[in-house]
């Protein structure tokens, strides 16, 4: 039983028994992503990423040194090297801290059935995983990307979508076969793997929970085409499947709420197809930049943000979802949060950057777009756990030269170790 938050909500169990005693607390999923190796930190000569030519795929971390080992001690960051994120110590390390500050579920980034790294990393996380509940966070712009399909190229822009049109032909591997068919296939694989069938694994009145990113591109380009099949006819494939295959029914939340995206009729067709929305970050291009700094702050962000995301707040839970075993079930809408948003590690990026000044300035945000934002099941999702490129980690950070803000890239994003985690722990509870 999870302890008392600062308001009793009713909630699913995390072990996916419901309907007995429920927990009274927020229930926290954070997204948890397998980037790192130490070969790959350490393959890196230069710093800051300034110093380095073209575009860094996976730029060195900034982060507290576990090693290979697990070791949870804390060194200055000096730029080089780095934890390998599937060593079992260090997914063991961070299920500690998880279970400590109150993030109950991993949603685990996964790529794809070849050619990524996430599919040895979701049955490295599983061996090491200590009863952490967790689900599958399907990366659309990984695994459609792989494709050699248009893609958007800055997908927080929102300003020239480049839609996934699930009827088109594209090549995964030696087979060619519509993307609606690879997303349909991929999520086979999920089931087939066993990865549903984990004990851990998270569920809604024992539905299987699976997260798919920029569900909110899902579209029709072909729509004049009276051959062409809708998108909407493959995501329900993937309910019938598994319903006939094995008399489950998948619960599917789709990434469609989005910190420029209001919320307006024309969204419905896309609501209607899953049984969640929520969305990744807050953050977006056009905060206001500081004076001192070239960034702007949670507290600006959550200002401009929240209206928008109140009109999703206030319009998915009236809506209705058909199941496939029949009848209709509301809705959920989950908020979303993080605390600092920096792409900068992209060679001549100018965009702002969204930087925590204090625990307050998280605080605020976590109150306003979460707590005060959460309905039906009181889900919140938090981007990211230890995902390090865009620094939307909460992962404890420390000994840094300085705190925020500093004129050297290096120093930026600063010395802040748990109060993130602490955020999340006073405002939605802890075991």
């Given at each position: 039983m999870l302890r008392r938050a600062r308001c009793a909500f009713l909630l699913v169990l995390l072990a996916g028994s419901h309907g007995s005693a429920a927990p009274e607390k927020a229930v926290v999923f954070a997204h948890y992503s397998f980037w790192y190796t130490v070969g790959e930190a350490?393959?890196?000569?230069?710093?800051?990423?300034?110093?380095?030519?073209?575009?860094?795929?996976?730029?060195?971390?900034?982060y507290p040194r576990l090693s290979d080992e697990g070791s949870g001690s804390f060194g200055t960051n000096h730029g080089f090297g780095g934890y390998d994120a599937t060593s079992a110590a260090n997914i063991?390390?961070?299920?500690?801290?998880?279970k400590q500050y109150g993030i109950?579920?991993?949603?685990?980034?996964?790529?794809?059935?070849?050619?990524?790294r996430f599919t040895p990393s979701v049955d490295k996380f599983k061996k090491a995983a200590d009863g952490m509940p967790w689900i599958i966070f399907y990366d659309t712009n990984v695994r459609f990307g792989r494709l050699g399909i248009c893609t958007v190229s800055n997908p927080l822009s929102n300003l020239q979508p480049c839609p996934y049109d699930l009827?088109?032909?594209?090549?995964?591997?030696?087979?060619?076969?519509?993307?609606?068919?690879?997303?349909v296939d991929d999520f086979k694989y999920i089931k087939e793997k066993g990865w549903i069938d984990d004990p851990d694994y998270f569920r809604v009145d024992g539905r299987p929970v699976v997260w798919i990113y920029q569900a909110f591109q899902f579209s029709d380009q072909s729509e004049t085409d009276s051959q062409a099949r809708k998108w909407t006819a493959y995501i329900d494939d993937i309910r019938k499947w598994f319903?006939?295959?094995?008399?489950?029914?998948?619960?599917?939340?789709?990434?469609?709420?989005?910190?420029?995206?209001?919320?307006?009729?024309?969204?419905?067709?896309?609501?209607?197809?899953?049984?969640?929305?929520?969305?990744?970050?807050?953050?977006?291009?056009?905060?206001?930049?500081?004076?001192?700094?070239?960034?702007c702050r949670p507290r600006t962000v959550t200002d401009a943000v929240a209206p928008i995301i109140r009109g999703w707040v206030q319009s998915v839970p009236s809506m209705k979802v058909k199941r496939i075993s029949g009848g209709e079930s509301s809705i959920e809408f989950a908020p979303f949060i993080t605390p600092q948003f920096d792409d900068?590690?992209?060679?001549?990026?100018?965009?702002?950057?969204?930087?925590?000044?204090?625990?307050e300035d998280f605080r605020y945000m976590a109150q306003t777009l979460g707590l005060d934002l959460l309905t039906g099941r009181h889900w919140l999702f938090l981007a990211t756990f230890n995902a390090w490129p865009e620094g939307t980690t909460v992962e404890p950070s420390c000994d840094w030269k300085s705190r925020n803000c500093g004129p050297d890239y290096s120093r930026d994003r600063g010395q802040y170790g748990f109060e993130f985690l602490e955020v999340i722990r006073d405002v939605f509870g802890a075991d």
């Open positions: 350490a393959s890196v000569s230069a710093w800051p990423p300034d110093e380095i030519s073209g575009r860094l795929m996976y730029p060195m971390p900034r063991r390390q961070h299920v500690t801290w998880a109950d579920v991993f949603a685990l980034l996964w790529d794809g059935q070849t050619g990524g009827d088109q032909k594209v090549r995964d591997g030696e087979q060619v076969k519509t993307m609606g068919q690879v997303l319903w006939q295959n094995y008399q489950t029914e998948i619960y599917l939340v789709g990434n469609i709420a989005g910190a420029r995206r209001l919320y307006e009729p024309s969204w419905d067709s896309h609501i209607r197809q899953f049984d969640a929305v929520s969305g990744w970050s807050p953050y977006y291009i056009t905060c206001e930049r500081e004076p001192e700094c070239d960034c900068q590690w992209v060679k001549g990026s100018g965009r702002p950057r969204m930087i925590a000044k204090s625990k």
